[in-house]
């Protein structure tokens, strides 16, 4: 074996190293990472009867058809949900869309305390312990946001926390486009 055949041998291991860092990592980092397809979009939101956060009402989805509202995905225990609870605060006090809580595989009372701390941005709160909606909303985990139309169809998805560029370039056009 000659000494160029020795390198090339002693090289390659290395290369492949190389080689194999650089794919995985363009794969890995390819797109955006708060987009993901949900097989839900321009399908109706599922139908569910839970409790309310705040008492032992029921709630269903026809009792929320009528008007755009934003389902926020949340929990007590769900530190990127603190990240973007002062936005939709924000978004709740100009009253640009109702916003509806959907309370994630949590207990009443730790997600009771967290909203007495952080303030309630949401017009009502959707006690779903189980998990049960979030399966059939297809989450990831908390937080994730759902905008859905009057009718009852979800118009976008978003995961992760929801950031004031996520709402003025993705959401905002999708509300004022229904004026």
């Known amino acids: 074996m000659t000494r160029r055949q020795r390198k090339i041998l002693l090289a390659s291991p290395l290369l492949g190293f190389f080689a194999l860092a650089f794919i995985l ?4 980092d390819v797109g955006r990472h708060d ?4 097989s839900l979009l321009n399908k109706s939101f599922p139908e569910f009867e839970l409790p309310s956060l705040h008492s032992q009402e029921t709630i269903q ?3 929320l058809l009528g008007e755009p509202r934003l389902f ?3 929990a007590s225990w769900c530190s990127a949900c603190r990240t973007e609870h002062n936005l939709l605060r924000q978004i709740a006090e100009r009253n640009d ?3 509806v809580g959907i309370n994630y595989k949590d207990r009443r009372h730790d997600a009771l305390s967290w909203l007495f701390e952080l303030g309630d941005p949401y017009s009502l709160s959707i006690l779903d312990s189980s998990g049960d909606l979030g ?6 985990g908390a937080p994730e946001t759902f905008l ?10 978003h995961v992760g926390p929801l950031t004031e560029e996520d709402w003025t370039n993705q959401i905002v056009p ?3 486009s229904w004026d």
């Open 25 to 28: 990592t363009i794969g890995f």
């Open 174 to 176: 999708i509300l004022t």
């Open 135 to 140: 399966v059939e909303l297809g989450v990831y």
């Open 97 to 99: 869309v109702s916003i």
């Open 35 to 38: 987009i993901h397809p949900s």
């Open 148 to 157: 859905m139309d009057a009718k009852g169809v979800i118009r976008y998805k």
């Open 72 to 74: 926020n995905v949340w």
């Open 61 to 63: 989805l026809s009792d």
